[in-house]
């Protein structure tokens, strides 16, 4: 196992930062070779976790964050604004225009929530008053968006979505001409425009004015590249697909029947506010009832933009992104594909998970949580598999953003060959390893109240108190979600009852402790 501390992480008790020292040499080597219970206590050492603090902004906290972990986000109308909307479009295309002096071109995707038609409108207007040309996709997932930059040759791409968030949250994400992500450098010098309200920045007029077009080869396009990254005979199977009333419908539609397989679609409302409702990824036991009644070999959601996946076996059984990572890195592995045998996951994912890949021969490196500290590292090393168990997974080889209807089709790929070869059903896939048992507890806070736990010497204490009375036996991870108003409390361990017990204890003490935490 390999400890990624390039993202800054941190023990943060007592209100200060105390590094991770050197001496997490040691799990790359004593860990992996000494014998499981010698793996479990160590990996629980150097895992006691009061807050996963990566400060991206380092010197901008007194300034204000308006970019988290992906991208900006907010409830529509009241949070992400018009007003701000038109902001970051007229911030983003200064930039761009900064760097060669150049009309840029930038293109815009959106998921299906009712306020994406709102803010298109407001930040193509603040591109176009910079001097930016601006391509209009339409409904398209995420990844989609990345991939079409880098084939159109724009400037810039940007997506107006909440990923799986509700229907009433919004958000917008850019990504460069290479389908990346804006790095750190380039969001801070956006955000300082914004708290300027952008005087800074010269307003075009007359002919130097940008234009808006509408492109409607987008999903074509994107469905055309995936069928070839995914290069997959699926006939044979029966598959249920939850679109999550979200950006994915419309590409998975054409895609999957393409490829071969039985299909039946769920989730494929675009009524503005179903989005993410009772369905997709984040509430996947209603894909589950339905694949068992239905007796499909399996079942596929994504969320509202696509971007991640998760899926269920012809038992109605859970199949998350630590399995999927798993299945598809071993199988890279054995035809020779495993760029450096390792497959980057982050601190959430399970114990079982990472005793199945040292029993497998496989190396692991760990990020914080969120698909950009993977891709960071994936990038920096060169591998070409990882993920989050979420469901975002990046194959490199051919995507620069998790993708899930990409993930899906490696998935049912495997399932495929596998299931004409030797009769091989998904619940076999899924049994790959034993998961250790997780309790995650979802605490409601706003940014005051999350500050206020991340400066409270009372909780730090009585979380590292928690994790020495689980000490091989279980791990506590407390953190500060980057893209909604939560705390998460996950503990993870051997017992069961224990480990209930002690994510309870945690979660009311941050309750006792901060008001209005719910």
Same mark, same amino acid.
């Given at each position: 196992?390999?400890?990624?501390?390039?993202?800054?992480? *941190? $023990?943060?008790?007592?209100?200060?930062?105390? *590094?991770?020292?050197?001496?997490?040499?040691?799990?790359?080597?004593?860990?992996?070779?000494?014998?499981?219970?010698?793996?479990?206590?160590? $990996?629980?050492?150097?895992?006691?976790?009061?807050?996963?603090?990566?400060?991206?902004?380092?010197?901008?906290?007194?300034?204000?964050?308006?970019?988290?972990?992906?991208?900006?986000?907010?409830?529509?109308?009241? !949070?992400?604004?018009?007003?701000?909307?038109?902001?970051?479009?007229?911030?983003?295309?200064?930039?761009?225009?900064?760097?060669?002096?150049?009309?840029?071109?930038?293109?815009?995707?959106?998921?299906? *929530?009712?306020?994406?038609?709102?803010?298109?409108?407001?930040?193509?207007?603040?591109?176009?008053?910079?001097?930016?040309?601006?391509?209009?996709?339409?409904?398209?997932?995420?990844?989609?968006?990345?991939?079409?930059?880098?084939?159109?040759?724009?400037?810039?791409?940007?997506?107006?979505?909440?990923?799986?968030?509700?229907?009433?949250?919004?958000?917008?994400?850019?990504?460069?001409?290479?389908?990346?992500?804006?790095?750190?450098?380039?969001?801070?010098?956006?955000?300082?425009?914004?708290?300027?309200?952008?005087?800074?920045?010269?307003?075009?007029?007359?002919?130097?004015?940008?234009?808006?077009?509408?492109? !409607?080869?987008?999903?074509?396009? $994107?469905?055309?590249?995936?069928?070839?990254?995914?290069?997959?005979?699926?006939?044979?199977?029966?598959?249920?697909?939850?679109?999550?009333?979200?950006?994915?419908?419309?590409?998975?539609?054409?895609?999957?029947?393409?490829?071969?397989?039985?299909?039946?679609?769920?989730?494929?409302?675009?009524?503005?506010?179903?989005?993410?409702?009772?369905?997709?990824?984040?509430?996947?036991?209603?894909?589950?009832?339905?694949?068992?009644?239905?007796?499909?070999?399996?079942?596929?959601?994504?969320?509202?933009?696509?971007?991640?996946?998760?899926?269920?076996?012809?038992?109605?059984?859970?199949?998350?992104?630590?399995?999927?990572?798993?299945?598809?890195?071993?199988?890279?592995? !054995?035809?020779?594909?495993?760029?450096?045998?390792?497959?980057?996951?982050?601190?959430?994912?399970?114990?079982?998970?990472?005793? $199945?890949?040292?029993?497998?021969?496989?190396?692991?490196?760990?990020?914080?949580?969120?698909?950009?500290?993977?891709?960071?590292?994936? *990038?920096?090393?060169?591998?070409?598999?990882?993920?989050? /168990?979420?469901?975002?997974?990046?194959?490199?080889?051919?995507?620069?953003?998790?993708?899930?209807?990409?993930?899906?089709?490696?998935?049912?790929?495997?399932?495929?060959?596998?299931?004409?070869?030797?009769?091989?059903?998904?619940?076999?896939?899924?049994?790959?390893?034993?998961?250790?048992?997780?309790?995650?507890?979802?605490?409601?806070? !706003?940014?005051?109240?999350?500050?206020?736990?991340?400066?409270?010497?009372?909780?730090?204490?009585?979380?590292?108190? /928690? /994790?020495?009375?689980?000490?091989?036996?279980?791990?506590?991870?407390?953190?500060?979600?980057?893209?909604?108003?939560?705390?998460?409390?996950?503990?993870?361990?051997?017992?069961?009852?224990?480990?209930?017990?002690?994510?309870?204890?945690?979660?009311?003490?941050?309750?006792?402790?901060?008001?209005?935490?719910?």
């Amino acid at each position: 196992m390999k400890v990624c501390l390039r993202h800054g992480l *941190r $023990y943060q008790a007592a209100g200060t930062h105390k *590094r991770m020292a050197g001496s997490l040499w040691f799990l790359s080597g004593a860990a992996r070779r000494g014998p499981p219970k010698l793996f479990f206590i160590i $990996y629980s050492l150097f895992i006691i976790v009061q807050c996963v603090d990566f400060d991206r902004w380092k010197g901008l906290d007194d300034m204000g964050k308006l970019f988290g972990t992906d991208g900006v986000r907010g409830v529509a109308g009241k !949070d992400l604004t018009c007003e701000l909307a038109l902001q970051i479009g007229r911030a983003t295309a200064a930039e761009l225009t900064s760097l060669d002096g150049h009309r840029p071109r930038i293109l815009i995707g959106k998921d299906t *929530r009712v306020s994406g038609d709102m803010l298109e409108c407001t930040l193509a207007a603040g591109l176009c008053s910079v001097g930016a040309d601006v391509d209009l996709l339409g409904v398209i997932p995420t990844p989609g968006v990345a991939y079409l930059v880098r084939k159109y040759g724009a400037d810039a791409g940007i997506v107006i979505s909440a990923s799986h968030n509700p229907m009433e949250f919004n958000g917008i994400k850019i990504f460069k001409g290479d389908g990346y992500k804006l790095p750190d450098e380039v969001e801070n010098r956006i955000e300082a425009h914004i708290f300027k309200n952008c005087e800074d920045i010269k307003i075009c007029d007359g002919a130097e004015i940008g234009r808006v077009h509408r492109l !409607d080869t987008a999903v074509d396009d $994107y469905v055309d590249a995936l069928e070839q990254h995914i290069d997959a005979d699926l006939s044979g199977l029966n598959v249920l697909f939850d679109c999550a009333n979200g950006a994915s419908a419309k590409v998975a539609q054409k895609l999957f029947p393409r490829l071969g397989c039985q299909c039946s679609f769920t989730g494929t409302l675009d009524d503005g506010v179903s989005v993410n409702d009772g369905c997709g990824s984040t509430h996947l036991d209603r894909l589950e009832k339905k694949v068992v009644e239905g007796g499909f070999d399996c079942g596929i959601a994504f969320d509202g933009d696509a971007d991640r996946c998760l899926a269920c076996d012809e038992k109605g059984a859970e199949i998350d992104g630590d399995k999927i990572i798993a299945l598809v890195a071993k199988d890279m592995k !054995d035809r020779g594909r495993l760029d450096g045998n390792t497959a980057v996951v982050t601190v959430m994912s399970n114990l079982g998970f990472m005793k $199945y890949m040292q029993s497998i021969g496989i190396d692991t490196a760990r990020t914080a949580v969120g698909d950009r500290y993977v891709l960071e590292e994936m *990038r920096a090393r060169g591998y070409a598999i990882g993920g989050e /168990q979420s469901g975002h997974v990046i194959f490199l080889h051919h995507s620069t953003t998790g993708d899930g209807e990409l993930t899906a089709g490696k998935l049912l790929k495997l399932l495929a060959r596998k299931h004409r070869e030797e009769g091989t059903k998904m619940s076999e896939l899924n049994a790959v390893y034993t998961k250790f048992p997780q309790v995650l507890i979802n605490l409601t806070a !706003d940014k005051e109240q999350k500050q206020a736990y991340k400066e409270d010497e009372y909780i730090a204490g009585f979380i590292e108190s /928690q /994790q020495q009375n689980l000490m091989g036996m279980g791990r506590v991870l407390v953190r500060v979600s980057g893209t909604e108003p939560k705390i998460r409390v996950m503990v993870e361990g051997e017992d069961m009852e224990a480990i209930q017990s002690s994510a309870e204890r945690i979660a009311d003490m941050i309750r006792q402790r901060i008001p209005g935490v719910c």
